[in-house]
């Protein structure tokens, strides 16, 4: 789960959120998240399509924000 906050001053709009894993998929839509206003973004992650051992899956989001459209996110873990 990720939280974002929206401190603009217009709604935040999420155009798309790419794993660059088949293994990581976001669960459900993503809707606007208003001035001020919190959002969770859930993932889920099928384990079994992950060769053992230690893994990073980026997350790119694009989004209306005017100061920063792309944001990488990244997920680690070890995978046993």
Known sequence: ???VTN????PLHFFQADADSPAL???????DVAPGKKATLTFVLEPAQIKKGETVIMISLTSNAPLRPLVNLFVAGEIK
């Open 25 to 31: 998929r976001l669960k459900g839509p993503m809707e």
């Open 7 to 10: 401190r603009g001053k217009a």
């Open 1 to 3: 789960r990720f939280t």
